[in-house]
């Protein structure tokens, strides 16, 4: 499929965050959001975020650039988070929470389908590694953060017709 223009093509936080939010949804059943900075007050709930960790060089194997593309970079490295949150003054135990955690991890193991061609036209995903968790107590809230390693590529074909 291809992008209606370069700026979207290289919009990776939206794109990322948006399929993530889709499927987290769908199969956990938890309100999931994109973190832009607003303050939800519904738990429990999933908040994601996309960060770029750079680019990968061109002659770096096994994908090669395409400069025909108009493009430098089409590796690219990136950190992927997973907030859950719950607040257990609203019942919802310690038991809860860390049966959350444990459906997001299995909605992100590498085996799973979840960042497919359907909800991520543009890219494909190469390398998605656990590298590490943080849990801490906010007030009443609980939240654990789940961090990745991602490595994905711009598909070449997604390139829209007019550079």
Known sequence: MKANSLQDLLSFEKHFEDASVEFFKSSTGIETFASTGEDYFITPRIEVLFTLGGADLPYDAPIDSEPELGAEYLKFTANFEVG?????????????????????????????????????????????????????????LHRTILSYDLRFVVRSDAFPNNT
């Open 84 to 140: 859950i949150v719950t607040d257990p003054s609203l019942d919802q135990s310690r038991d809860h929470h860390l049966a959350i955690v444990g459906s997001v991890r299995k909605e992100l193991l590498r085996s799973s389908s979840n960042w497919n061609p359907e909800n991520l036209p543009f890219y494909s995903l190469k390398f998605l590694r656990p590298s590490g968790s943080s849990r801490d107590v906010d007030g009443d």
